[in-house]
């Protein structure tokens, strides 16, 4: 019996549980696992627990429920989301993908504020402070370190989708943050201070929880350049923030 103990969602927990499982052979694809019943028993927590962890494996496609029969592990030959950019190589398809990340970052930042945890709020306080110390003239490892920055936030939502978001666009985003800081070469020193203080107003709107503050601090970050890309495509301008 593995009783859960941890601190955290239990019902994320149980998720990543049971997807091992799943992922090791220990549930083959098209074996019913256990009941609800057994699943409470064996790991210590309530069906409402359970119930939300099957759920989420459901939409992940890990599994389907027969009606009065279980729940069964997908057959290896079911359908999966699968989610691909086309390689960024000029500044409209720079401007759709920060479109997108802006749209999904909005709500990464209104989530960590209204989530946030103390380790949260370290992790992200850390990748503030290594990027505003930061000694360096390679513009790849100073967007990494702003990219970390925003992948603090959202694995603060505490919703595994916006950090593996981010990270399978990684190298997207990157584009757009080594252009901005190999543009801003020749007044390096004023772009810096610019964009830390932008981050110190994001982290300082999550730190007090105020979701309004947080998402409108994320879009002044976002949006200059966005409305940059807008402006030399000659399309409209829209503001985001509330």
């Known amino acids: 019996m593995s009783v859960i103990t941890q601190r955290g969602n239990l019902a994320e927990i149980v998720v990543a549980q049971l997807t091992g499982r799943i992922d090791s052979g220990v549930y083959p694809p098209g ?4 009941s609800s019943a057994q699943l409470c028993e064996e790991f ?7 119930r939300e962890a099957l ?17 069964y592990v997908t057959e290896r030959d079911s359908k999966a989301l699968n989610f691909e950019i086309s390689r ?5 398809s720079a401007m759709e993908i920060l479109e997108l990340r802006l749209g999904v970052e909005m709500q990464s930042v209104a989530l960590a504020a209204a989530r946030r945890t103390p380790e949260a709020l370290a992790d992200i306080a850390r990748a503030f402070d290594y990027l505003d110390n930061l000694q360096s003239d390679d513009a790849e490892v100073e967007a990494r370190a702003d990219f970390e920055f925003h992948l603090a936030i959202a694995r603060a939502t505490r919703n595994p989708h916006f950090p ?6 990684f190298s997207e985003i990157s584009f757009d943050l080594v252009m901005k800081h190999r543009q801003s070469a ?9 964009i830390n203080k932008e981050h110190a107003a994001i982290l ?9 503050s947080a998402k409108s601090a994320l879009a002044a970050h976002l949006e200059e350049s966005l409305n940059r890309y807008r402006a030399m495509l000659d399309e409209p301008q829209i503001e985001t923030a509330e």
Request: positive net charge; without cysteine; hydrophobic residues 35%.
């Open 164 to 169: 593996q978001f981010l990270q399978a666009v």
């Open 186 to 194: 020749r007044t390096y020193q004023t772009y810096l201070k610019k």
């Open 204 to 212: 300082a709107a999550i730190t007090q929880g105020d979701v309004k």
């Open 44 to 50: 210590g927590v309530s069906r409402t627990v359970i």
């Open 55 to 71: 759920t989420s494996l459901r939409v992940a496609g890990r599994v389907i429920s027969r009606q009065g029969d279980g729940v």
């Open 31 to 34: 074996e019913k696992i256990p």
């Open 88 to 92: 960024i190589e000029d500044i409209r």
